[in-house]
């Protein structure tokens, strides 16, 4: 999601700007973008109410064995359902 993650961002908040997204892998059938696993793996469904960011973060720091900056985990999870429908519509 990183690469793909980013270029699609970025053309979303600068629709002004030329974007080149350069990767490694076929974008269209590889990796987990392709199946949308790690979207899947970190939505959290907050407006059904399902996760917050707090339980994201105790995810996090329970799978590794507390090493986690906690204030990153939860400002990425704050954002996963947005950027998760933005590729929805892409």
């Known amino acids: 999601m ?3 993650g980013a270029t699609f961002e970025a053309r979303y908040w600068g629709r ?3 974007i080149v997204c350069v990767e490694k892998a ?5 990796g987990a973008v392709a199946q949308g696993l790690y979207a899947i793996n970190c939505y959290m469904g907050m407006q059904w109410n399902e996760n ?3 339980d994201h973060v ?3 720091r329970n ?6 900056r906690e204030d990153l985990g ?3 999870a704050r954002h996963v359902d947005s950027t998760v429908h933005m590729f929805d519509e892409w």
């Open 2 to 4: 990183a690469g793909t």
């Open 52 to 54: 917050q960011p707090e």
């Open 26 to 30: 076929n974008i269209d059938r590889s």
């Open 74 to 76: 939860f400002d990425m």
């Open 63 to 68: 799978d590794l064995m507390g090493l986690v």
């Open 16 to 18: 002004d700007l030329k």
């Open 58 to 60: 105790r995810y996090a």
